[in-house]
Structures are given as C-alpha cells and as structure tokens.
C-alpha cells in the first residue's frame, strides 16, 4: 500500500510560482514512476509532469520550461516547481504513483491540493 501526502497548493497571481510537494509512504514494493496530474472544472484529468525512479522526466507540453519535477528518493517525496504561472494552470493537482509489490503493479492517487492563479 502507498499512501500520498500532498502540500504546497494555493492562490497565486499570473506569473508567481508555487511549489507542490508529495510524501509517499510505502508498505511493500518499490515505487516505479511519481508524478502530477490535474483536472480542471469540466475537463478532464491530464498529466502534468512524471519521474522514474532513473530520474526520466516526462512533461506535459504545456507547462515545459515552466514547471520541473524532482524527487527526493530517501525521503520517496516528489516535488513539482511551478514558475510562470498561467491562469489556465488553474486546477486540482493530483499526486500519482505506479508501484510494484509481489510481482503486480498498483496506482495511487493523493487527494488533490488546488492550485488558483488570477489574471
């Protein structure tokens, strides 16, 4: 089981930065791939950003050169850097990870923490 713990949303002006953290606690297995989603009212959930565990980055064309993901293996904590804020960055982020335990492969989502930035 993997439980996430995330922090760091909140409301920001066009063009502030915000930076977003997930704790991960893990019973069994080996987490594989962490990362951000969000869903925006109405829309549907997209990836934001996500990091292997050999620190492979994969980002959403959107927010490239804008947002960095990072993560803290000891602590098995993601970080996600979010600069230059755009309001249509506007949306719940959701912190993800696929984890394998015995031999089978698991997804976890956080609960969410809202980002808000105002034109």
């Known amino acids: 089981q993997v439980q996430l713990v995330e922090s760091g949303g909140g409301l920001v002006q066009a063009g502030g930065s915000l930076r977003l953290s997930c704790a991960a606690s893990?019973?069994?297995?080996?987490?594989?791939?962490i990362g951000w989603y969000r869903q925006a009212p109405g829309k549907q959930r997209e990836l934001v950003a996500t990091?292997?565990?050999?620190?492979?980055?994969n980002y959403r064309d959107s927010v490239k050169g804008r947002f960095t993901i990072s993560r803290d293996n000891a602590k098995n904590t993601v970080y996600l850097e979010m600069n230059r804020l755009k309001p249509e960055d506007t949306a719940v982020y959701y912190c993800?990870?696929?984890?394998?335990?015995?031999?089978?492969?698991?997804?976890?989502w956080g609960q969410g923490t809202q980002v808000t930035v105002s034109s």
């Open positions: 990091i292997s565990s050999g620190d492979n980055t």
């Open positions: 893990i019973s069994t297995g080996v987490i594989i791939t």
């Open positions: 993800h990870t696929d984890h394998i335990s015995r031999g089978t492969k698991y997804g976890n």
